[in-house]
């Protein structure tokens, strides 16, 4: 009944859409919770969440959808249950998995379990609508936005500082004069690391304390 009265007020608003998207969530922490929780609260019943760590005692109060019994357990586990009880129609899946991130040494011995994760990921943005990208690292979006570049696919950012944030869509551009087309004939938008990426670095090294609140003003 509430997403029917979203699309009474605003006709718009396509609600078979926005079912049938299939959405990418890339960290499952603070920003990941409240934004998984929020596209379900906007109609959207395809999830699939990918994260690498585990819940600890400290994220239970920050991050809005774990309780103690979590504790442990990785995120890309422990969040599935909670967003099905919130909304048994959500069509969830949890994925740990870590990204790989520019830079970092690779020993021989993990070499194969690297390349997979990349052949993995660069799979689940090309089967994915959106693609949203909230981890807690500037480094570990890198990789994801060179993939949504290059499978020309949403992508949205969103970071939060101490008392700051930011929140960008790029990759697809929406056309009619609000991006650029490229040599392939797809519209396209600049991406973070293009455009600003000084202070963007900035705002994600200061993520890990925020101010209360200001992680669901961006979500």
């Known amino acids: 009944m ?8 605003h006709p718009s608003l396509v609600l078979n859409k926005l079912r049938s998207a299939r959405c990418l969530v890339l960290g499952a922490g603070a920003l990941g919770c409240e934004v998984s929780r929020l596209l379900m609260t906007w109609g959207v019943r395809k999830l699939t969440v990918v994260d690498g760590g585990c819940v600890a005692i400290p994220d239970i ?3 809005s959808l774990y ?3 979590d504790c442990g357990v990785p995120r890309a586990t422990a969040i599935v249950p909670h967003l099905k009880e919130r909304c048994p129609a959500v069509e969830v899946e949890g994925i740990q998995m870590e990204i790989p991130v520019p830079g970092n040494p690779v020993s021989k011995t993990k070499m194969s379990s690297v390349l997979d994760n990349c052949k993995r990921l660069q799979a689940l943005v ?3 609508d959106v693609v949203f990208l909230l981890t807690d ?4 979006r890198w990789f994801p936005t060179l993939l949504c570049a290059n ?7 969103a970071a939060s500082g101490y008392d700051s944030y930011l929140v960008m869509r790029h990759g697809a551009g929406p056309g009619h004069n609000l991006s ?7 519209q396209r938008l600049g991406c973070c690391f293009c455009n600003d990426s000084t202070s963007f670095v900035n705002l994600v090294l200061n993520e890990t304390v925020a101010l209360p609140g200001l992680t669901s003003i961006a979500s």
């Open 126 to 128: 090309a089967s994915s």
């Open 180 to 186: 650029t087309e490229d040599a392939l004939g797809h």
């Open 67 to 69: 309780v103690d019994n």
């Open 2 to 9: 509430h997403l029917k009265l979203m699309g009474w007020r």
């Open 137 to 140: 690292t500037w480094e570990s």
């Open 151 to 157: 499978e020309n696919k949403i992508a949205i950012t």
């Open 61 to 63: 109060v920050k991050q």
